[in-house]
Nanobody, 125 residues
Framework: QVQLVESGGGLAQPGGSLRLSCVAS????????MGWFRQPPGKQREFVAN????????DYADSVKGRFTVSRDNAKNTVYLQMNSLEPEDTALYYC??????????????????WGQGTQVTVSS
């Protein structure tokens, strides 16, 4: 069965960095677009970043452009989110997701069919 397991969350100070990982199994990872979403306290889940199946194309929410970098290693079935210059507004539960249709990418929640359990990121001094 499809599994997505995130890790790497934690407490960071403003201006600090964290690197999230998402290990995938149970599907053809090398053909799947992947994305990162987050859900701040009391708010809806929102798009953060995505990456195409080859790793050659990425897209970011305006709020994280220039600070976050998404990447993938198809040999390790893993997608990463490097988060730099963290701000308190980045505090959220971070999820990785698999795009529903192979060879596509999306910024829309409804186009993802599997999600991990989430990893908490808290940015506070």
């Amino acid at each position: 069965q499809v599994q997505l397991v995130e890790s790497g969350g934690g407490l960071a100070q403003p201006g600090g960095s964290l690197r999230l990982s998402c290990v995938a199994s149970g599907f053809a990872f090398e053909s799947a677009g992947m994305g990162w979403f987050r859900q701040p306290p009391g708010k809806q889940r929102e798009f953060v970043a995505n990456i195409n199946w080859h790793g050659s194309t990425t897209d970011y929410a305006d709020s994280v452009k220039g600070r976050f970098t998404v990447s993938r290693d198809n040999a390790k079935n893993t997608v990463y989110l490097q988060m730099n210059s963290l701000e308190p507004e980045d505090t959220a539960l971070y999820y990785c997701g698999k795009v529903k249709h192979p060879m596509t990418t999306s910024t829309r929640f409804g186009n993802y069919d599997y999600w991990g359990q989430g990893t908490q990121v808290t940015v506070s001094s």
